[in-house]
């Protein structure tokens, strides 16, 4: 059984900084694109930056410059760095993966989310 757990959100004011970090564990085989996404209330979910195994990470234009995806494939974990937050980033964080795991077939996981509030 595969699972992503997120860590990292909390309260910080406008213009602040936070760290979000999701491991994956399990029977994993292999991991392809882990990426980030965000749901405000009464909005979508929507992506916020995504990174490939091995190529070029993509980005939400809103985040571009201000927030950062990495990954660590030693630890299965994907990284948000987030600075000169706004209150406009206030949202609940998923992080999402692409795994194979125990059946050699990819399939799509998420975590439970991390509540991240951004006061003005």
């Known amino acids: 059984q595969v699972q992503l757990v997120e860590s990292g959100g909390g309260l910080v004011q406008a213009g602040g900084s936070l760290r979000l970090s999701c491991a994956a564990s399990?029977?994993?085989?292999?991991?392809?694109?882990m990426g980030w996404y965000r749901q405000a209330p009464g909005k979508q979910r929507e992506l916020v930056a995504a990174?490939?195994?091995?190529?070029?990470?993509n980005y939400a234009d809103s985040e571009k410059g201000r927030f950062t995806i990495s990954r660590d494939n030693t630890k299965n974990t994907v990284y948000l760095q987030m600075n000169s937050l706004k209150p406009e980033d206030t949202a609940v964080y998923y992080c999402?993966?692409?795994?194979?795991?125990?059946?050699?077939?990819?399939?799509?996981?998420w975590g439970q989310g991390t509540q991240v509030t951004v006061s003005s």
């Open positions: 999402n993966a692409y795994i194979s795991g125990s059946s050699r077939h990819y399939y799509d996981y």
């Open positions: 399990g029977t994993i085989f292999s991991i392809r694109t």
């Open positions: 990174i490939p195994n091995g190529g070029t990470t």
